[in-house]
């Protein structure tokens, strides 16, 4: 998506004898509007970051953290200042250590149908891959996910979807004035290798636009796209328009109206 711009940073779990890497100014205010935390280990951040992250939530910025052997209790985050902005409880005695085998109580093996939950994951704007009236068929020809972390939601947050009633997959809630997502999941990734490529960045993109707080802006959304950025005087210029609705899907049989505002301040209708 053209609205976000996505900075990856590796930390290698084969050399935790760096850890804790010092994070630089990645938790300042205003670096970034989204964080999204990968399986990784609590240890492998300095306790002073993990509390600038948590603030960074409370004062606006999302947070979501994707399934794991080492995320959420297993990867003792229920120690550290995340605990209290995570949408999920989790276990003192949760911890998984690292190096050994993944701890079964922890997690559900796959195949994991993942699908809307009841009442609010059908609504949701997240959970929207098609036109409202074939957005469940849409869900139910997804690949399964290869397995999920057991995740307890908090009593305030909202289950988006789920693999049955007692299997929590999405799970929102707010923190402060942020928003903060859990995704029990980490094989999202089969749905392009199955064909569903576009439901896979639907989705994807649907989510950081939630926790981004920019899901609204796409209410009524009505774009203009040139072919390319610079022209020559006198040149032709073409340009494409549109409109989607919330969920994302093209307006169909709308009609646009264009005006041209020349250097000189005048006007005139455009025909498209």
């Known amino acids: 998506s053209p609205d976000i711009q996505v900075d990856y940073e590796w930390i290698d779990p084969r050399n935790r004898k760096d850890w804790p ?85 922890l997690h559900w093996p796959g195949p994991l149908a993942m699908r809307p939950a009841e009442p609010l994951g059908r609504r949701h704007y997240i959970m929207h891959l ?10 139910q020809k997804l690949p399964p996910l290869a397995g999920a972390n057991r995740i307890a939601p908090r009593r305030s947050a909202k289950v988006l979807a789920d693999a049955g009633a007692d299997r929590p997959l999405l799970v929102v809630d707010d923190a402060g004035v942020g928003r903060v997502m859990a995704f029990a999941g980490d094989t999202t990734w089969l749905w392009p290798m199955h064909g569903f490529d576009a439901q896979h960045r639907r989705f994807w993109r649907q989510a950081i636009l939630w926790l981004a707080k920019k899901d609204q ?4 959304s009505v774009w203009i796209r040139l072919g390319q950025r610079r022209f020559a005087p006198t040149s032709r210029v073409e340009f494409e328009v549109g409109a989607t609705t919330p969920t994302g899907d093209p307006v169909e049989q709308a009609t646009f109206t264009a005006t041209i505002g020349a250097p000189d301040g005048s006007r005139r209708p455009a025909a498209l």
Do not use: C
Not at 62 to 68: R, V
Not at 130 to 139: I, K, R, T, V, Y
């Open 217 to 220: 802006a796409e209410n009524g």
């Open 130 to 139: 098609a036109p409202s009236a074939e957005n469940d068929a849409m869900w």
């Open 21 to 105: 890497v010092d994070q630089g100014d990645r938790f300042k205010p205003g670096k970034y509007d989204v964080y999204i935390l990968g399986d990784l280990d609590s240890s492998a951040f300095r306790p002073e970051d993990l509390a600038q992250l948590a603030e960074r939530v409370e004062a606006g910025a999302g947070l979501l953290m994707l399934g794991g052997q080492q995320s959420f209790g297993g990867g003792g985050y229920q120690t550290t200042p995340l605990a209290t902005v995570l949408p999920v409880e989790m276990g003192r005695h949760e911890r998984q250590v690292l190096g050994e085998p993944p701890r079964a109580d």
